[in-house]
């Protein structure tokens, strides 16, 4: 895993309307889009430790984007889905609302690629113009394309 997000992105696995409105149920309609991947061994098992870690700290980087993940044993490799809400979702005690929702699952046994993905997420979420064309793109392909120009722009 070189830290390119593009190579974790599947336009099935995008979902551009969350109709969500609370926190909990984002998470699960965004968590949901992984059930059945081919490297998420138990679905279950993976969303109860993503909630479990959602529980303990609040996964908002700021900006309106959030980072639920789980390291666990329930996933064979990293998966990620993403989820975008218009309106923005209240995510944690200070209120802070959120429209981006990046939820990954990772293997404990990689810290490393977890790590790398994290760090090319973060680099890529930071540039305001670039998260407006997350939030402008009109298709999970169009979204795939924005990030593939910030991961280019970056040298990712």
Known sequence: MAGRITSLLDPSRIALNVQSTKRTAALNEVARLLEGHPEVANFN????????????????LGNAVALPHA????VKKIVLAVGRTEKGIPFDANGEIVRLFFVLGTPKTK????????????KILKDPNDRASFLAAPTPAAFIAAIAAAETKLGL
């Open 45 to 60: 098992g993976f969303y109860e430790e993503l909630l479990a870690r959602d529980r303990l700290d609040t996964t908002c």
């Open 111 to 122: 810290p490393g690629d977890y790590l790398a993905v994290v760090s090319a997420l973060c």
């Open 71 to 74: 390291r666990t044993e329930h």
